[in-house]
């Protein structure tokens, strides 16, 4: 069965630091792969999507970036945090056979900028 | 721009009721809708996936039902417990890849 995999789970860090956070997905090849952000009080707003090694999408203008160095592994970057960064993200993925974009989500990093 | 609405925002029935949360879209084209369970804290649970030529799906105690042309659906939750307790999201997808969230439902269900 497919699994993924978030961490870290929480993070504080103050504004102006970097960032990284890790995704990466067990039992499955070449998933679709997606970032979200779920700010207080706002629904999920999706951040960028893969469809392979090297392959992002932007959906948002922001201060985040977005890699995926392996087929399983999915990076979420910033070189500057700002407060507005602070949110709940969560990744996701999708395989390509199936039902057509039906998404399985992680278990989320709760990112604050202090 | 899809926009994905849920009313009520929160909930409470007492446990053994049955209940519906509603969720509406205002773009119809859509290929599917997924409703999610989060609990605080915590990632998203897939509960049950709408193709957008179906009408209904049904899991366990869950029934959702789908209304592509007047841009809604609904959860029926059956013989409420406790354990459902939890925020419900929908969610519909315009393509390929993107999903549009609503902002949830909460609900709390009193032993």
């Known amino acids: 069965s497919q699994t993924i995999h978030q961490w870290p789970a929480t993070l504080v860090q103050p504004v102006g630091s970097p960032l990284s956070l890790e995704c990466t997905v067990e039992g499955t090849s070449n998933p679709n792969l997606y970032w979200y952000r779920q700010a207080a009080g706002r629904g999920l707003q999706l951040l960028f999507y893969?469809?392979?090694?090297?392959?992002i999408s932007s959906e948002v203008p922001q201060n985040l970036s977005a890699s995926r160095p392996q087929d399983r592994q999915f990076i979420l970057s910033s070189k500057k945090l700002l407060l507005s960064d602070s949110g709940f993200y969560l990744c996701?993925?999708?395989?390509?056979?199936?039902?057509?974009?039906?998404?399985?989500f992680g278990p989320g990093t709760r990112l604050t900028v202090l | 721009k899809q926009e994905v609405t849920q009313i009520p925002a929160a909930l409470s029935v007492p446990e053994g009721e049955n209940l519906v949360l509603n969720c509406s879209f205002t773009?119809?084209?859509?290929?599917?809708l997924q409703w999610f369970r989060q609990d605080p804290g915590k990632g998203l649970t897939s509960l049950l996936l709408?193709?957008?030529?179906?009408r209904e799906q049904t899991s366990g105690r869950l029934n959702a039902s789908l209304d592509k042309s007047s841009g809604r659906s609904t959860l029926y939750i059956a013989a409420s417990q406790p354990g459902d307790s939890a925020t419900y999201l929908c969610?519909?997808?315009?393509?390929?890849?993107?999903?549009?969230f609503g902002t949830g439902t909460r609900l709390t269900v009193i032993p």
């Open positions: 773009d119809s084209a859509i290929y599917n």
């Open positions: 893969s469809v392979g090694i090297g392959q």
């Open positions: 969610a519909v997808s315009p393509g390929a890849n993107n999903l549009f």
């Open positions: 709408i193709q957008s030529s179906q």
């Open positions: 996701a993925w999708r395989g390509l056979a199936g039902v057509v974009n039906e998404q399985f």
